[in-house]
């Protein structure tokens, strides 16, 4: 039996990778002479591009780009040839910022423009970027600030690219912007589908998790508003461009790249359509699995992607109340791991031996099957 173990990262508790092989650990009690293949997903949220390097052994590099907080840091990149990958929670995530520190109007995201440079200086063609889990709320402000771009007040006095401007500025220089090449593609990871402004957009969403007041919203979105009307409007109707507090907004309109679905992108550079061709079973997860789950993120993209007929398999921290009868997107079953009642801590810190005990009773039911 070929048995194709592909989730996402369970999200503060344990990477993709770790998912799978604790998936896989158990099933192999049960099943000893079955083939397991780990194909770790991301679905363009925290851990995707740790799961696309595992899966295409890309080789892991530094660049030195100026920092949250303004001092040079050093952020970390995955190469192979003239392809690379990087994360912007790799630099701005929130497991990044010390909660004391958690302004997303004062989070420097410089660096991400400066780390697209770097890549192009290298001979880089192509750029996937994941954008999810970030601590900031610029508008895509720093990404234009680390390509050159320079922002003014009505005085005519430089302003920090970060957030806070947003309520002064009044003039753009382009003097000094580095120019994307035409024969380098910059694609965005994306998860969301929320746009930049408005009640479904990044401000809205996600900017209380990152560390903003209610009261702050329409304030902060209406100077998003206002940056993108001077500078390229059409970006305003882009389905996606709220994704990363805005940092999608950012790179399309000043990086020239393009929003593609994370999962989908993700399963096309592992080659999963080729490896499960011939697959027995597939066996997705993530943390949670509920309503959301449906608008795109792993699980239910694997499903989608898994040939008819091949049962798919959710092995999940939680399974949420709102979810369709099953089965639903391929899903034939779903199970949550949780083994008793207990504190969050401990439950996040004992998900690999949750994981493989549940992964251990499947495979005990698909070994009754077999006899």
């Known amino acids: 039996m070929k048995i194709v173990i592909a989730p996402d990262s369970f999200k503060e508790s344990l990477p993709a990778s770790e998912v799978a092989k604790a998936i896989k650990r158990g099933l192999q009690k049960a099943l000893p002479e079955s083939e397991c293949l780990l194909l770790p997903v991301g679905d363009g949220g925290e851990g995707t591009v740790e799961a696309i390097k595992n899966s295409l052994d890309l080789v892991e590099k530094t660049a030195l780009v100026t920092g949250p907080f303004g001092d040079e840091v050093q952020m970390t990149y995955v190469q192979k040839g003239e392809l690379a990958l990087f994360e912007v929670a790799d630099l701005v995530g929130l497991a990044k910022i010390p909660i004391e520190k958690r302004n997303p109007l004062e989070i420097q995201t410089k660096g991400i423009g400066q780390l697209i440079l770097h890549l192009i200086d290298q001979g880089i063609k192509e750029i996937y970027i994941g954008v999810g889990g970030t601590s900031s709320n610029d508008g895509g402000l720093g990404i234009a600030a680390g390509l050159g771009y320079k922002f003014y007040d009505k005085n005519g006095d430089e302003l920090l690219d970060i957030g806070q401007s947003l309520f002064e500025i009044t003039d753009i220089s382009k003097e000094k912007v580095i120019s994307i090449p035409s024969d ?4 965005i990871l994306a ?73 989908h992108t993700c399963l096309d550079l592992i080659g999963f359509d080729q490896k499960v061709a011939d697959a027995d079973l597939v066996i997705v997860g993530e943390g949670r699995l509920d309503a959301q789950s449906l608008a795109g993120k792993a699980p239910i993209g694997v499903a989608k ?39 969050l801590e401990d439950s996040l810190k004992n998900a690999d031996i949750y994981l493989e005990n549940t992964a251990t009773n499947i495979g005990q039911l698909l070994a009754l099957k077999k006899n």
């Open 305 to 343: 992607r898994t040939p008819n007929g091949v049962p798919v398999i959710a092995i999940c921290g939680s399974l949420s109340e709102d979810l369709p009868p099953l089965p639903f997107e391929n899903i034939v079953a779903a199970f949550s791991i949780l083994e008793k009642s207990e504190p």
């Open 191 to 263: 998860d969301v589908t929320n746009p930049l402004c408005g009640t479904h957009g990044a401000t809205y969403t996600f900017g209380k998790q990152k560390g903003l007041k209610p009261a702050q919203f329409h304030e902060v979105d209406s100077a998003i508003e206002r940056l993108y009307d001077k500078v390229a409007p059409e970006i305003l109707k882009l389905e996606g461009a709220g994704a990363g507090g805005g940092i999608a907004a950012g790179l399309c309109a000043f990086a020239g790249a393009t929003i593609v679905s994370g999962i």
């Open 184 to 187: 380098v593609r910059i694609k």
